[in-house]
C-alpha cells in the first residue's frame, strides 16, 4: 500500500439500501383493500354469471377499481378466479352434543344454511354446470369448501362407531352421501328454501333407521356360498315350476300342482 492510499476513504456506504431479494419493484405500494374488493367481486359476479359469464371489465366495475388497477394484479380471469376461490374455506368442528341424531342434524342444517346463505354455497351450482369445461375451478372448489363439510361428518359417523352406535363396519363415505344427497338435489331443484329444519331431521331419522335395521355384514366367502346355495335352490324351484302345467302320466295337462 503506497503513501498515497494511507487513509483514502472507501466506497461509500448506503445503509438505506434494503437486503438483497427484498427489493420492491418501483411504483406505488400495493393496496391491500383493493385486492380484498377484487376478490369479493370476482366471488359476486361467478356466483351471479358463472366462469364462462365472467368478464375482467365487469370485476373491475363492482370492485369500483380502474381496470388497469385488476391488471396489474391478475393478467387472466382464469388466475383472478382460481385465487378467488382460494380464499374460500371451511374449517369449523362438528359439534358433540353426546347424540348421535343431534350432531348429523346440527351438521346437516349447517349444509343447508350454507347452501342458502352464503356466497360460496351460491357459487357451488355455477361451478357444478361448468365442471366438464373447467374442471380445475370446481376441484378448487371441492378441496376447499365440499371435503371439509364431508369431513366433519367422517368425525360424527366415526365417533357413532366409536361409541358403539353405529355398526363397525359401516360405509361411512356412503353413508355421507347419503345425508347430503337429498337436501342438495332438493335445494338444487326446488330452490334453497325448499329444505327446511324439520326436513333434515327426516333425512337424518331415515338413514338412522335404514343403517340399525339393517341385517349384520357377512364375510364375503360366506355371503358367496350362500349365494350358491340359493343358486342352486331358486333354479329346482324354477325347474319345479316350470314343470308344473306338465301332463304328468295319467294326469290332465295344466294340473295345478302345488
Do not use: C
Not at 20 to 31: L, N, W
Not at 81 to 87: G, I, M, Q, R
Not at 176 to 189: C, E, F, K, S
Amino acid at each position: 500500500m503506497t503513501t498515497a492510499e494511507v487513509g483514502r476513504p472507501g466506497p461509500a456506504r448506503r445503509p438505506d439500501r434494503p437486503p438483497s431479494g427484498s427489493v420492491r419493484p418501483p411504483g406505488r405500494p400495493r393496496d391491500a383493500r383493493a385486492d380484498g374488493a377484487i376478490i369479493e367481486a370476482a366471488l359476486h359476479t361467478l356466483a351471479t354469471t358463472g366462469f364462462t359469464g365472467l368478464s375482467m371489465e365487469a370485476v373491475a366495475a363492482r370492485a369500483k377499481v380502474g381496470k388497469a388497477t385488476l391488471y396489474r394484479r391478475w393478467s387472466t380471469k382464469d388466475t383472478l378466479v382460481a385465487d378467488a376461490l382460494a380464499t374460500l374455506v371451511e374449517t369449523a368442528e362438528p359439534v358433540d352434543t353426546g347424540s348421535l341424531r343431534d350432531d348429523l342434524v346440527a351438521w346437516l342444517n349447517t349444509v343447508r344454511r350454507h347452501n342458502l346463505q352464503t356466497l360460496s354455497g351460491r357459487i357451488m351450482p355455477r361451478l357444478l354446470a361448468e365442471k366438464d369445461a373447467h374442471p380445475e375451478l370446481f376441484e378448487t372448489y371441492r378441496r376447499r369448501v365440499m371435503e371439509p363439510f364431508r369431513q366433519q361428518a367422517v368425525k360424527v359417523l366415526a365417533r357413532g362407531i366409536a361409541t358403539g352406535q353405529l355398526p363397525a363396519d359401516l360405509d361411512v363415505d356412503l353413508v355421507t352421501d347419503m345425508l347430503i344427497g337429498p337436501v342438495a338435489y332438493r335445494q338444487y331443484t326446488r330452490g334453497y328454501n325448499e329444505v327446511s329444519g324439520t326436513r333434515v331431521g327426516q333425512v337424518v331419522d331415515t338413514v338412522l333407521e335404514g343403517i340399525l335395521a339393517r341385517p349384520p355384514s357377512r364375510p364375503v366367502v360366506e355371503a358367496a356360498a350362500g349365494d350358491t346355495a340359493g343358486d342352486a335352490a331358486d333354479g329346482g324351484n324354477e325347474t319345479a315350476v316350470a314343470t308344473a302345467g306338465v301332463a304328468a302320466p295319467g294326469g290332465d295337462a295344466g294340473e295345478d300342482v302345488i
